[in-house]
Nanobody, 121 residues
Framework: QVHLVESGGGLVQAGGSLRLTCAASGRGFSTYAMGWFRQAPGKERQFLARISWHGGSTNYADSVKGRFTISRDNTKNMVSLQMNSLKPEDTAIYYC??????????????WGQGTQVTVSS
């Protein structure tokens, strides 16, 4: 069982940056791939970024490629999402998840409760 808690969300102006952090507790964090997803009001949850269990492989959705960077520190049981050049359309609740190295929500077994990111224009 892995328990995930996101932090770092907030209100930022367009063009600004935020760094989200996901702290994991429980057993097996370093054996799971990690992903970041987001869900805007009235929309489906969408994949943003993923990182392999060892951190050597990453993948991004086209909508955030070049602006967002995912990283992990297995010694601290933590995964981060650095978000730069934020746009109003990035406004959503952001979730981290642990599971298989995949873009699909169904591949992830454990989810955090989410953190709100609001980007003002």
């Amino acid at each position: 069982q892995v328990h995930l808690v996101e932090s770092g969300g907030g209100l930022v102006q367009a063009g600004g940056s935020l760094r989200l952090t996901c702290a994991a507790s429980g057993r097996g964090f370093s054996t799971y791939a990690m992903g970041w997803f987001r869900q805007a009001p009235g929309k489906e949850r969408q994949f943003l970024a993923r990182i392999s269990w060892h951190g050597g492989s990453t993948n991004y959705a086209d909508s955030v490629k070049g602006r967002f960077t995912i990283s992990r520190d297995n010694t601290k049981n933590m995964v981060s999402l650095q978000m730069n050049s934020l746009k109003p359309e990035d406004t959503a609740i952001y979730y981290c998840a642990a599971g298989l190295y995949s873009d699909y929500l169904s591949s992830y077994k454990f989810w955090g409760q989410g953190t709100q990111v609001t980007v003002s224009s």
